[in-house]
């Protein structure tokens, strides 16, 4: 059972497009019962930097000279390597913070990032892409009914954002630990985007 959550920026950036007030960031950690993280760096640098995020830091829970340890001691380099390269200090050490921090802890990780979602996957780090969070927490508050947020973006027959579009599915096998089968929630209950 997983008792926190990290939401990577990426999360972040898919969440703004249905919620420009970035207000669900609040409720995710109610809904969910679970505390949130974030990396300050990359959430200020992002869309919802203005909102409060009621969140804890990652950066305060592992330091990156604890995530380069946990790469070096890890027996599955070469997954690591996808996020990011001690060597060269390329790639995203937030990657490395969250993976390194999760792997050790009940933390489940909150991504739109493929290359963050196949290491996950690799290596056994509990992970969820936007829609599958968004079930989730339709499945708690009946999101997709609710006209404040612009969820029915999601359903657009034509979009082509795996991670976002339920009819775009091109990247659940790879990034999940199966096939995403997502309840489609009923075209019914949803509520027109605002004017």
Not at 14 to 35: F, G, M, S
Not at 80 to 102: H, N
Not at 151 to 179: Q, V, W, Y
Request: aromatic fraction near 10%; charge should be negative.
């Amino acid at each position: 059972m997983t008792t926190e959550h990290f939401l990577d920026s990426s999360f972040v950036s898919q969440l703004y497009r249905v919620d420009d007030t970035c207000e669900l960031l609040a409720w995710i950690p109610t809904l969910l019962e679970k505390e949130c993280l974030v990396s300050t760096d990359q959430f200020y640098k992002g869309k919802c930097n203005q909102s409060d995020h009621y969140c804890a830091v990652l950066e305060d829970k592992v330091s990156e000279e604890d995530a380069i340890d946990f790469w070096i001691n890890c027996n599955d380099q070469v997954q690591l390597e996808r996020i990011y390269d001690v060597d060269s200090k390329t790639g995203d050490i937030y990657d490395l913070l969250a993976v390194a921090y999760a792997a050790q802890t009940t933390c489940e990780i909150f991504s739109c990032d493929r290359r963050l979602l196949i290491v996950c996957k690799q290596m056994t780090v509990p992970h969820k892409c936007f829609k599958s969070v968004m079930c989730d927490l339709d499945s708690k508050e009946d999101l997709f009914s609710n006209d404040h947020f612009e969820l029915c973006k999601m359903h657009d027959p034509k979009g082509d954002d795996p991670f976002f579009h339920f009819a775009s599915n091109t990247r659940c096998k790879e990034c999940c630990n199966n096939i995403c089968v997502f309840p489609l929630i009923p075209r019914h209950s949803i509520k027109p985007p605002k004017p």
